[in-house]
């Protein structure tokens, strides 16, 4: 089956756009839902980015080129993305950004490879996905919305959901077990299947973590089971998020103000 480029497009509804969320939308409303108000309702941005999201944007947008094959010099595409991206923001050079470009050179030729060592003789199914999924387990009217970086199919059959995450030397046990990340997976399945009518026994899903400060395997890809309790209960995460937005409840959870980008400001006092 061919692979092909998915862009964001407006889906609307009797003239007007459709009610939607997002899965970081979604973890948001799950750490403050009055933080939720304030990101996605109220439209208050006070973080627009760093050298860090800077470099997992570049990274990721070389990764979507990769699995094409539309990249001569992975290098030189880097080092262009990672420019834009610094001056979207304001950045300049530093010693960290230049040591985050020596620091990329390393994961560069271990993308590939790192999935033919994991998955075998593999076809490209899709990338940068887009989901706008009806949510059918609630009446409120809302469609899931997300874009599944790459759709890989072995030659068992089976199809493979793949997220790139960058981060500097790896996670914990604690990090890949937490519920609030493996639920993006999660949900990203379960909404992929119901696109396309597919039994979920046959898609598995994994994170690819593109690490900058590792000595050796920069690029390392693991599985994230999602069985049927744990799409339940990442299913009444959802629609119970969603219950409440409908309602327009929007409670201040106080546990979660410490680094909170809006807390102490006129925002939410």
Known sequence: MPCSFYKDKIITQNGGPMKHISYSELKTWAECPYKRKLSYQDRVKKFVGNQFTAFGRALHFLCENLVHDKVEDPEDFFNLSFEKELEAIGMEEDKLITDMREQAKLIFPQILPQLTQ???DYEVFSVEEQLYEEVKD???GYNFK????????????????IDWKTCSWGWDAKKRSDKYITYQLTLYKKFWCQKYDIDPKMVETHFALLKRTSKKDNVEIFRVTSGPRKVENATKL?????????KQNHIKDRRSCQGCEFYKTEHCK
């Open 146 to 161: 997300g874009f599944i970086d790459l759709v890989i199919k072995t030659s068992d059959g089976k199809f493979h959901i």
């Open 118 to 120: 994991n998955f075998g």
């Open 238 to 246: 959802l629609t119970n998020a969603l219950v409440h937005i409908s």
């Open 138 to 140: 609630s009446d409120t």
